[in-house]
């Protein structure tokens, strides 16, 4: 008997830990809405966005589960990122992830980044080691100052920036939901939760959100069809 009771209190403890929401996610407790009302063009599908730093610790412990998730959203999402930029406008870190994202090169660098800047320790903060680091995992030299030095890439960048202005973002890692919603494992995790469960718990707000982003999206579609077909 004795060992059934602590059995149903390590469960009960487990399920006020686990980042699981009794009710949907509160507004201004799990995600903040954002005063913008400008929805991101993506037809059908929910825009959702997350602005990362490669030196940030958080961001490279939330990107497996992050990378997961996206491909479980599938056709639902319209997923990017942003990287923040961390030591000004020409950062390092954030004019690589754009130059990489022109050349469509992202795939198969991204997660060496993380790895060799978290696990394997090395300074990855200059255009010079960040640029040696990229030709030895296989990023052609020559096109990558090409794109590096282009007028679209430091336009992004610029965008980039803009972005993160307009949403009013200060730390990293933050998600953006139709242009609407912002959450993080900060917002969305609990006091005393370990990382895991912050980041679990953000999950569960993003899925939440999305789903009432294609909800409300789907309300809107039809008064918008009905206005062009009027002006027709």
Request: with cysteine.
């Amino acid at each position: 008997m004795r060992f059934l009771r602590l059995l149903l209190a390590a469960v009960a403890l487990m399920a006020s830990t686990s980042g699981a929401f009794a009710a949907e996610p509160q507004n201004g407790v799990d995600y903040t809405t954002l005063d913008s009302t400008a929805r991101p063009e993506t037809g059908k599908k929910v825009e959702v966005v997350e602005f990362f730093m490669y030196s940030c610790p958080h961001c490279n412990a939330l990107e497996p589960l992050m990378s997961e998730w996206v491909k479980k959203q599938g056709d639902k999402i319209a997923f990017r990122r942003v990287h923040m930029a961390f030591s000004g406008p020409a950062d390092p870190q954030a004019h690589a992830y754009v130059t990489l994202e022109a050349m469509g090169k992202l795939e198969g660098v991204h997660e060496k980044l993380f790895r060799a800047i978290h696990v394997d320790r090395q300074r990855l903060n200059k255009d010079d080691a960040l640029l040696d680091f990229l030709v030895k995992n296989g990023v052609d030299k020559a096109k990558y100052l090409e794109f590096f030095n282009s007028f679209a890439v430091q336009t992004k960048m610029k965008r980039g920036a803009a972005l993160i202005n307009t949403y009013k973002l200060t730390s990293a890692p933050s998600i953006v939901i139709d242009g609407r919603f912002v959450t993080s494992p900060s917002q969305a995790g609990r006091p005393g939760q370990s990382e895991p469960q912050s980041q679990q718990a953000t999950i569960q707000v993003m899925d939440a959100l999305v789903a009432k982003a294609a909800k409300e999206g789907g309300k809107d579609a039809a008064p918008a069809a009905a206005a062009k077909a009027v002006k027709k």
